[in-house]
């Protein structure tokens, strides 16, 4: 092994035993270690590294040379701003996912009773939570549930982590749950015919049950479709992530199952459709 003394040392011998990991990932992973910025570790190419900083970062790039996600190496996720613990049996936080975050929180109202469905590690739950209160809304009675232990268990330490007062659930889609005002689901949405398309990283990684929705993509949407009304109180609403190619069968579906719904679609930031907003006109 070479020696290594500065940042630049590092780098360089982290792209030599990590060859397959993507560039972003090793910086990220670094970065996160060493408490820089990006532009500080882009600038900061002569950092001395302490022998504990050098150990840390070594071990760290040999799991990365072995496939496991930087976040998962890391134990946590940055959402909405937010530091989430992750741990495999969990989805990583999306950036896209902030997009439907932030237009539910244009929404929720004081006293909403919210069900974050297959919460996974709680980051939805947390980011409407911290960022109601900082708006002024108050009194929000909280639910998360999940089809895994692993993601309950994940998402209360989380809960804990914030101070939050969240009732978790195990439920599969709606079933055994109550009624609530506002529904907000990042659900499984992936089709299994897309799997040669995707990053081998998250294949290998993340739980496959957060990933993929049957052979379509849609099987989540269909039985949310059959069973929300059960679960929504009066004037309910409900915000969905999908797939950017699934806009014209949900809108379909929707149509079909849920005459008495407004529903909307709306584009993220990279212009894909991408949320789904549906209101019960009852």
């Known amino acids: 092994m070479p020696k290594i003394i500065t940042l ?50 070594q071990k760290d790039v040999n799991k990365l040379a072995k496939g496991i996600s930087p976040q998962y190496i890391l134990g946590y996720a940055w959402f909405y701003g937010y530091k989430i613990m992750v741990q495999h049996g969990v989805l990583i936080p999306r950036f896209e996912t902030e997009e439907l975050v932030n237009w539910a929180l244009a929404h929720l109202q004081s006293g909403d009773k919210v069900l974050d469905l297959g ?23 909280l639910y998360a549930s999940d089809v895994t232990d692993a993601a309950l268990r994940t998402s209360e330490e989380n809960f804990v982590t914030y101070d939050l007062d969240v009732t978790t659930r195990k439920a599969n889609v709606l079933i055994g749950l109550e009624k609530f005002d506002v529904i907000i689901s990042n659900p499984p949405y992936i089709k299994e015919t897309e799997k ?34 059960e679960h929504l ?50």
């Not at 011998?13 to 992973?29: F, K």
């Not at 919460?119 to 009675?141: H, N, P, Q, R, Y």
């Not at 990053?199 to 069973?227: M, R, S």
Request: aromatic content about 10%.
């Open 8 to 57: 630049r040392d590092l780098q360089i011998w982290s792209i030599e035993t990590a060859p397959d990991a993507r560039p972003e990932d090793v910086e990220y992973l670094l970065a996160e270690r060493l408490n820089l910025t990006p532009s500080e570790y882009a600038l900061k190419h002569d950092l001395q590294l302490t022998p504990e900083q050098l150990k840390q970062a």
């Open 119 to 141: 919460t996974g590690s709680g980051c939805i739950t947390v980011v409407l939570a911290k960022e109601a209160a900082s708006k002024g809304i108050t009194d929000l009675d």
């Open 196 to 229: 040669n398309l995707m990053d081998q990283n998250v294949l290998q990684n993340e739980p496959k049950e957060a990933l993929f929705g049957g052979k379509t993509g849609l099987e989540f949407y269909q039985k949310f479709a059959k069973q929300v009304r």
């Open 233 to 282: 109180n009066s004037h309910g609403e409900f915000f969905l992530e999908y797939g950017f190619s699934e806009k014209e069968q949900l809108s379909e579906l929707f149509a079909k199952e849920l005459p008495d719904f407004t529903v909307e679609f709306k584009n993220d930031m990279a212009g894909k459709p991408r949320m789904v907003y549906g209101k019960w006109n009852k």
